[in-house]
């Protein structure tokens, strides 16, 4: 398969198409999940607050808020994975350039209309449990590693 593409993809070129949007997807969307979730977090720590309860937040609560905010994230990056995806699978023709990735937008553009962008999205949305309980594991971890250090401990790099 790697031949393949060396040989009929542009070499070298063929072989990292589409590397510069999958990186772009990749960083936006961890930033937008760890933004929604610290952001969430917050928001449901002060409720909890409010409410007369401890701070902390329970396991469901840490479960659908990873949840909620991998559903934000995947809605803002799932049009730069779609994009992504089509640069990576499209085959080249001999003699002819590799569309970029504004005209392989256009083209998804044409062909789908602007819900063209989120195909897959929903059932994308199966797998949002899995940074969900990453970031829950995490917590976890961290609370007990803290607590056992004192009270004003703080994790560090």
Not at 56 to 81: C, D, H, K, M, Y
Request: aromatic letters at 12%.
């Amino acid at each position: 398969m790697i031949r393949t593409i060396y040989e009929n993809d542009g070499g070298l070129k063929g072989l990292y198409t589409g590397l510069g949007s999958d990186t772009l997807a990749t960083v936006l969307s961890s930033f937008i999940y760890f933004y929604c979730y610290t952001s969430l977090r917050n928001v449901q720590e002060a409720l909890n607050k409010n409410m007369g309860k401890k701070a902390t937040l329970n396991v469901a609560q840490e479960l659908f808020l990873g949840a909620e905010a991998a559903l934000i994230s995947r809605f803002f990056t799932t049009p730069f994975s779609n994009v992504t995806t089509r640069l990576q699978t499209s085959s080249r023709t001999p003699g002819k350039k590799q569309q970029g990735f504004i005209d392989t937008a256009k083209d998804i553009y044409r062909e789908k209309g602007i819900t063209g962008f989120w195909t897959g999205y929903r059932a994308s949305m199966m797998l949002v449990s899995n940074p969900s309980i990453t970031y829950f594991v995490f917590e976890k971890a961290k609370s007990l590693y803290l607590a056992g250090k004192g009270v004003n401990a703080t994790l560090s790099s």
